[in-house]
T-cell receptor
């Protein structure tokens, strides 16, 4: 099976950099994804890592290390609108289903 | 990308009744997914709906409780049967696409269900 772990809450100030970690146990997966969800909204895709290394998309970057069963989402130049929940997710090779982490609630303070 | 709509957006239902949630995608997709999300919690996959075959249910979810239809490549329904207050949740449908950025899931806006 698959299981993912994330910190439940992270707090940072505007303009800062924050890293949200995701550790996982899985028998095999295609890649690690990150989703953002604002209160009352649907999850929206942020980033995807199929291979080890860093993927950068604007202020957001994501990292994967399969050997360490570890990934993270890096948010730079934090803005108030970044306050949301962030989920890591994997798509299992066996079973073809997606498994989501428990989510990290990010609060950005002025 | 994919644009997904769901109906109803919210509903309040009495225990023992059933509610059918509709999910419409703006383009053809092979697999559609149904999730449940309790407020403040993560997403839990209920089942995967493939066109032309029976849905595949995850552990803890059964067809009698959550029957799914997938009549074509752009539409699916999820029924929550014989509801109890424990079924109060947000139900989301989603589809997967292979984009340049990788495997992306697109989600509908969700259906907020309250069972009294």
């Amino acid at each position: 099976g698959q299981s993912l772990e994330q910190p439940s809450e992270v707090t940072a100030v505007e303009g800062a950099i924050v890293q949200i970690n995701c550790t996982y146990q899985t028998s095999g997966f295609y890649g690690l994804s990150w989703y953002q969800q604002h209160d009352g909204g649907a999850p929206t895709f942020l980033s995807y890592n199929a291979l080890d290394g860093l993927e950068e998309t604007g202020r957001f970057s994501s990292f994967l290390s399969r050997s360490d069963s570890y990934g993270y989402l890096l948010l730079q130049e934090l803005q108030m609108k970044d306050s949301a929940s962030y989920f890591c997710a994997v798509k299992a090779i066996y079973g073809q289903n997606f498994v989501f982490g428990p989510g990290t609630r990010l609060s950005v303070l002025p | 990308s994919a644009v997904i709509s769901q109906k109803p957006s919210r509903d309040i239902c009495q225990r023992g009744t059933s509610l059918t949630i509709q999910c419409q995608v703006d383009s053809q997709v092979t697999m559609m997914f149904w999730y449940r999300q309790q407020p403040g919690q993560s997403l839990t996959l209920i089942a995967t709906a493939n066109q032309g075959s029976e849905a595949t249910y995850e552990s803890g979810f059964v067809i009698d409780k959550f029957p799914i239809s997938r009549p074509n490549l752009t539409f699916s329904t999820l029924t929550v049967s014989n509801m109890s207050p424990e079924d109060s949740s947000i139900y989301l449908c989603s589809v997967e696409r292979m984009e340049v950025s990788g495997r992306e899931q697109y989600f509908g806006p969700g259906t907020r269900l309250t069972v009294t």
